[in-house]
């Protein structure tokens, strides 16, 4: 199951940052960018729980960091995400099912707004002044409209696949798994075949012994 988690984790990761470099980051909105990156890490981190959606967070950071065209410094927004994913995670449920929808979208827009100033905070620690220029006000309003309009449509689908992987029909069938196992070797199998034949004779003989007395009525 770890590796089905991986692998979800790294598809979704990919598509969103396609998604966002390729569709959003060129619509030109005004303020921020919607950042469908967040959404799958909070997505996930729901189901997951916090030490996950801390490690995805990371690696979809990271990921962003790297790709073009980023023009920050390399783990800044990893960083950011590995926080964020850490608290989110913490919000998840039991069961990893969400029963209203105001909860995942108080977190969507705090972790919208949290990320926002983290990333500001990080850059202004290495001398980044862009969100200065742009205005901090625009961006935290901007980043939490986006997001939270963008969440309806994104999270619940991407809890949907990551609750798939969450269920195990090895170990909730484990009883009828050994059964089939065993009747799959010789001693299960022969009986089961021998029962079988034994049915199949005594409704052939069932079936004779009626004709046989019509036969006789007809008579």
Same mark, same amino acid.
């Given at each position: 199951?770890?590796?089905?988690?991986?692998?979800?984790?790294?598809?979704?990761?990919?598509?969103?940052?396609?998604?966002?470099?390729?569709?959003?980051?060129?619509?030109?909105?005004?303020?921020?960018?919607?950042?469908?990156?967040?959404?799958?890490?909070?997505?996930?981190?729901? @189901?997951? $729980?916090?030490? &996950? +959606?801390?490690?995805?967070?990371?690696?979809?950071? *990271?990921?962003?960091?790297? /790709? =073009?065209? !980023?023009?920050?410094?390399?783990?800044?927004?990893?960083?950011?995400?590995? @926080?964020? $994913?850490?608290? &989110? +995670?913490?919000?998840?449920?039991?069961?990893?099912? *969400?029963?209203?929808?105001? /909860? =995942?979208? !108080?977190?969507?827009?705090?972790?919208?707004?949290?990320?926002?100033?983290?990333?500001? $905070?990080?850059? &202004?620690?290495?001398?980044?002044?862009?969100?200065?220029?742009?205005?901090?006000?625009?961006?935290?309003?901007?980043?939490?409209?986006?997001?939270?309009?963008?969440?309806?449509?994104?999270?619940?689908?991407?809890? &949907?696949?990551?609750?798939?992987?969450?269920?195990?029909?090895?170990?909730?069938?484990?009883?009828?798994?050994?059964?089939?196992?065993?009747?799959?070797?010789?001693?299960?199998?022969?009986?089961?075949?021998?029962?079988?034949?034994?049915?199949?004779?005594?409704?052939?003989?069932?079936?004779?012994?009626?004709?046989?007395?019509?036969?006789?009525?007809?008579?």
């Amino acid at each position: 199951m770890r590796v089905n988690r991986t692998l979800l984790s790294a598809v979704l990761v990919v598509v969103a940052l396609v998604v966002q470099v390729s569709v959003l980051a060129r619509l030109q909105l005004p303020g921020a960018t919607p950042d469908l990156l967040l959404l799958v890490v909070l997505g996930l981190a729901f @189901v997951y $729980g916090h030490v &996950a +959606g801390a490690l995805t967070g990371f690696g979809a950071g *990271l990921l962003a960091d790297l /790709a =073009p065209p !980023a023009d920050h410094a390399a783990g800044r927004y990893a960083l950011v995400l590995c @926080v964020i $994913g850490y608290l &989110a +995670g913490l919000t998840r449920p039991a069961n990893g099912r *969400l029963t209203s929808a105001f /909860a =995942p979208m !108080a977190v969507v827009v705090a972790a919208a707004l949290g990320s926002t100033l983290l990333y500001a $905070g990080v850059g &202004a620690l290495v001398g980044d002044t862009a969100a200065r220029h742009v205005g901090l006000g625009s961006l935290l309003f901007t980043a939490a409209l986006y997001d939270l309009l963008l969440a309806p449509f994104t999270i619940p689908l991407i809890m &949907a696949l990551a609750r798939r992987t969450e269920t195990d029909p090895v170990t909730e069938n484990a009883g009828g798994d050994v059964a089939a196992g065993w009747l799959a070797s010789g001693t299960g199998l022969s009986i089961g075949s021998q029962r079988g034949q034994l049915r199949l004779r005594a409704a052939r003989g069932r079936a004779a012994r009626a004709g046989r007395i019509k036969g006789v009525k007809r008579l």
